[in-house]
């Protein structure tokens, strides 16, 4: 094949050297010919024929040739360039190609040698059979890790000793058949694809493994893969305590490393670690790691407090220089991330090999790859933005969602309450470093954080951020990013003077870079609003704001989707200070008696989803929890607002508020994409399928029926108990039930109640009776109150009543009615009333509609 395209060239070159005279027969070009030619070649590959022509006469020598021949020289030019082109890219696959078949050749020899040891493990078995205790020294693995004394890590002999004992574990991980690898679901091998990557199964701790092919050097790759903080995300510090030569050439470092937690629901975790970097006899790099035990000469008790000390067994990365350039990299993460220490509902998460293969192992292949390419010129960003400046933009607005998601106290964050909201955290930070990024920020008092995390289920987490990205309108208020926007520059519009603003609707999004998989998007956004004041009506008001999306390619197993955003300056400066809000969504693998409710956690939280179902029992839906339909993942919402001193407690309030909105529209937006089709229940008390939400629907239905003599629901007689459930929750009015308390809260709300109230499930039992009525609807209440107790209903009249939000909101009618705890209301006398069944009040709001 080589020879027949050398062959070509050779027939190429020489027609391209030739042309005919005045006599038809053929002539070679001359050098000072085929120069001048050469020259405007790489001005303009394809001139006109004008300039064809000129050149022609402006250049003497190509005066004896034909127009028609310098066209041709041109044509055969352009046609050599694209078959070099084309040649240098097969031989760039054919190198690709041999690499992938190589290393798809060392994983078939590690599988056979795996399935080897698996059957001489199982002959093994059998013969022990029959002994009452079975004790199979072979089954002892390499991958747990041996616990060092402190005597050991405290000198350098030691030290060196666990070094070379991390090395040689991770060696059998990274090719051998100490972890018994599965290919990861979705990512399969190939010349297109990033690499070849596994996960563990039935192994200590979660591990994940990566091989792939990179156009860099071995050293180089490690110096950007030991810059864990550049690639990881959720690596909040690496501090080097100490760093010592070892006896063959390598180094031996002591690293102290803090990563975020994803959610609000868990404490963060923190590594103690020993870092070897060495090279083999065949030329092949290796950085090795593993936790020691103890704490160290590293981090004080005060650093680690917050944190949970997780273990790294031996992990790392091995790079082997390869033929014709470039490098074959390994890569292994194998952790212990101590998932006794959260919620049983989060457990999955730190027991998941894939999460772990997402965040570190597939994100430092891919990290790679995109130097790889940037050095090479592969890749083309907007607004003419080196890649540099948009890698920096896309960590610092990951690293600022990180923080507010965290609020870690050495930050300078504190946990404040807001109206006794126990479901949303609200933090202050009264030293946020922001006065460090511009002067125009010199004024302000801090940053507040609004958080939550929930659970969602059937609701597939690339949809969802997909959506909200492109619908912001949907779930966002735009006065609320004018506000954001305002704050952070300086001028005659900034807050708190800012100029009321209308939003037209419509936002607009400038792409300016994306990994090579696309599985990370950065991206500005301009939402476009005017002014509402007079003197300056057709003035634009646009707001702009940066934005990473990850996650939404729906094939990916076990990626965390994000959408990350914060308002920027339109002139979009390197240095422009970033304050920012959004959303994570995490995927939760679904475990066997993994029921507990998010309530358990160390927070409240809020079930979007689960919680809000009328669908089949627990028990049907578990024997079901592998299916998609039964999928779950844990939403993190955070959102801040820099304040002025004198601001703080009307910025914390209406921070609080808006985070509320958004969640109740993000929990219309869930059931309307949900691929179940299924409508909500009840709440986090009122569990799917629960006695307690289809008896509670049954009580209102059936003491209304017995008050008023009408029907509420229209029950089919072969109806299941679900389906008045399901009916009470669709119904049309907006129907709230509240405690018989001195000072009565809400219980429970259909969907257009919490419509009504704006609010959920959970943030409903906050609200108390009298906070929903005006002036005028309390008086009513107040004055039929009486009746309603004693005849056991009352019709109020129409008025208004406000929403959590502070709308107002109108009504034809209110009905008000006792809810009995009795399958018998009938059997109450009406006189006295058998108060001792009374569970609750309910109200109907008929014909209801905002202001």
């Known amino acids: 094949m080589e020879m027949a395209v050398a062959n070509h060239r050779e027939r190429s070159s020489d027609s391209m050297n030739r042309h005919l005279d005045s006599s038809g027969k053929y002539v070679r070009y001359t050098a000072e010919q085929v120069e001048a030619l050469e020259r405007v070649y790489a001005e303009c590959p394809k001139p006109s024929s004008l300039r064809r022509q000129q050149l022609i006469r402006e250049c003497s020598i190509l005066a004896n040739i034909e127009p028609k021949q310098i066209k041709v020289w041109f044509q055969n030019r352009r046609c050599r360039d694209k078959q070099r082109k084309e040649a240098s890219r097969l031989q760039s696959v054919n190198r690709k190609l041999s690499a992938m078949n190589k290393l798809l050749m060392e994983e078939n020899d590690r599988l056979q040698k795996q399935v080897s040891q698996l059957v001489c493990e199982n002959g093994y078995m059998k013969q022990q059979l029959t002994t009452t205790v079975v004790n199979d020294p072979s089954c002892d ?17 030691g030290l060196l000793s666990i070094a070379e004992e991390t090395l040689a574990e991770f060696l059998s991980k990274a090719t051998g058949t100490a972890v018994d690898w599965v290919q990861m679901p979705g990512m399969k091998p190939g010349p297109d694809s990033v690499g070849i990557f596994a996960i563990s199964q039935r192994c200590s701790g979660v591990a994940a493994r990566a091989c792939g092919l990179v156009s860099l050097e071995p050293v180089k790759i490690a110096e950007i893969l030991k810059d864990r903080p550049a690639w990881f995300r959720d690596c909040r510090s690496l501090e080097v305590f100490t760093m ?11 690293v102290y490393m803090q ?6 629901l868990a404490p963060a975790r923190d590594f103690w670690t020993l870092r070897y970097t060495t090279s083999l006899d065949n030329g092949s790099f290796v950085v090795c790691e593993r936790s020691l035990s103890g704490s160290g000469a590293g981090p004080n008790a005060a650093s680690a407090s917050q944190f949970v000390r997780a273990e790294m067994l031996s992990s790392g990365y091995l790079i082997r220089p390869c033929d014709g350039g470039g490098s074959i990299i390994h890569i292994v993460d194998h952790l212990n991330l101590e998932a006794w220490s959260v919620p049983d509902v989060l457990r999955p ?36 933005r080196q890649p540099a400046v948009l890698r920096t933009f896309s960590q610092r607005l990951s690293r600022g969602f990180n923080d507010a998601v965290n609020g ?45 995390s929930m659970l969602l289920q059937n609701v597939p987490p690339a949809v969802l951020i997909r959506f909200l990205r492109e619908h912001r309108s949907e779930w966002a208020d735009f006065n609320v990013d004018a506000y954001s926007a305002a704050t952070l520059k300086a001028g ?39 002014s509402l004041a007079q003197e300056d009506a057709f003035m634009s008001r646009d707001v702009h704001l940066l934005q990473i999306c990850t996650g939404i390619d729906e094939n990916a197993v076990g990626a965390c989707s994000e959408l990350i955003f914060a308002p920027i300056n339109e002139m979009f400066p390197d240095d422009a200070p970033l304050v920012p809000s959004g959303f994570r969504v995490i995927p939760v693998d679904a475990k066997t008696g993994d029921a507990q409710d998010l309530l358990t956690a160390n927070h409240r939280t809020l079930d979007l989803t689960s919680s809000l179902e009328v669908g089949p029992s627990p028990e049907n839906a578990s024997g079901n929890s592998s299916s998609g339909s039964n999928s779950r993942c844990i939403l993190t919402i955070a959102f801040q607002f820099p304040f002025e ?59 209304y029926t017995h008050h008023l003599g009408s029907e509420l629901l229209t029950v089919d007689s072969l109806g299941s108990n679900d389906s008045v459930l399901k009916l009470l929750w669709d119904h049309q009015d907006a129907i709230l039930c509240c405690s018989l308390k001195p000072q009565p809260v809400f219980m429970f709300a259909n969907q257009a109640g919490l419509d009504m109230l704006e609010t959920t499930l959970v943030a409903l039992q906050d609200i108390t009776l009298e906070k929903i009525f005006d002036e005028s609807g309390r008086k009513a209440l107040c004055s039929d109150f009486a009746k309603l107790m004693q005849q056991g209903y009352a019709c109020l009249p129409s008025g208004i009543c406000l929403s959590t939000m502070g709308r107002h909101v109108t ?38 509609s905002f202001v």
């Open 408 to 452: 870690f106290g050495d930050d300078g964050w504190s946990t404040m309450h807001c109206d006794g909201a126990e479901d949303i955290i609200v933090a202050i930070n009264s030293t946020k470093h922001l006065n460090n990024m511009s002067n125009s920020l010199s004024f302000l008092g801090g940053v507040l954080c609004a958080k939550a």
């Open 349 to 384: 998460l730190y027991e998941s090999s894939k999460v772990v293969a997402q965040k570190m192992t597939i994100s430092a292949l891919r990290y790679i790859r995109q130097l790889a390419q940037e050095s090479n010129g592969e890749l083309v960003y907007g607004l003419g």
């Open 141 to 157: 693995s390499v991958v747990t890790t041996p616990q060092h004394s402190l005597r050991d890590a405290n000198s350098p002999a």
């Open 492 to 530: 005659s519009f900034a807050y708190p003077g800012m100029r009321p603003t209308r939003f037209t609707g419509s936002q607009i999004i400038m792409p300016l870079g994306h990994t090579i998989e696309h599985e990370e998007m950065l991206e500005v956004v301009r939402l476009e609003g005017h």
């Open 645 to 703: 001193n004198n601001l703080q407690d009307n910025v914390a309030g209406m921070a609080c508020q808006y985070v509320r909105s958004v969640i109740s529209s993000v929990q219309r937006v869930a059931m309307a994409i949900s691929p179940s089709g299924i409508s909500p229940s009840l709440g986090s008390k009122l569990s799917p399928g629960s006695p307690e939400a289809v008896t509670l629907a049954q009580w209102i239905s059936q003491s």
């Open 259 to 264: 990563t975020y937690a994803p959610t609000t």
């Open 244 to 254: 010592f030569p070892a006896g063959n050439g390598g180094t031996i470092e002591l």
């Open 811 to 848: 009504y034809e009618q209110a009905v008000a009615w006792k809810v009995f705890a009795a399958t018998t209301a009938s059997s109450e006398n009406n006189s006295d009333g058998n108060d001792h069944t009374l569970h609750c009040l309910a109200f109907s709001f008929v014909n209801w």
